[in-house]
């Protein structure tokens, strides 16, 4: 499970010529996936990575890329049907201060550090904490959390990790 509604993409989102990413290393929770691209579903909400035995974490690719100024958004599962863990399976042991990284294709690597982790039910999902301006670059991390009926998660798990300080 895991939909997060998110605002309808602006025009000036998804330009070419960025680089997009396509690794993200969380070492914290030994995460080192391949980062594939999604888009929006026919109901509005941000796709999710399809259920497969190599589950990857997926960029919205109405997002800005890791590193450009703005909130880039990235989501995983916590499960993935019969195939067992997903790959933000662990997102919700994530503290304040553990260190993301996103390797762009042009090679590039923006490093980042987590601000907080909070836990919030699907119904309130923070849509403006998570997509809305920020003056500088910032990452999310969505996944699914709390109690499961049905196959469905109640709630979303949201990692909001901002830029490393500039080492002197």
Known sequence: GGTARAPRPTPRAGRPGRSVPVRLRIPA???DTPVIRLGLAADGTVEVPPITADDRAGWYRYSPP???TGPSVILGHVTVGDHGDGVFRHLGRLRRG???EARLENGTAP???VRSVRTVAK???PTEA???AVGRPELRLITC???RSGGEYR???IVFAAPDPPHP
């Open 29 to 31: 929770i030994g995460v």
């Open 155 to 157: 709630d979303n798990v």
């Open 66 to 68: 890791p590193g450009s």
């Open 111 to 113: 490093r980042f550090t």
């Open 130 to 132: 998570v997509y809305g």
């Open 123 to 125: 119904a309130d999902f």
């Open 98 to 100: 553990d260190r993301i």
């Open 145 to 147: 959390g709390g109690p």
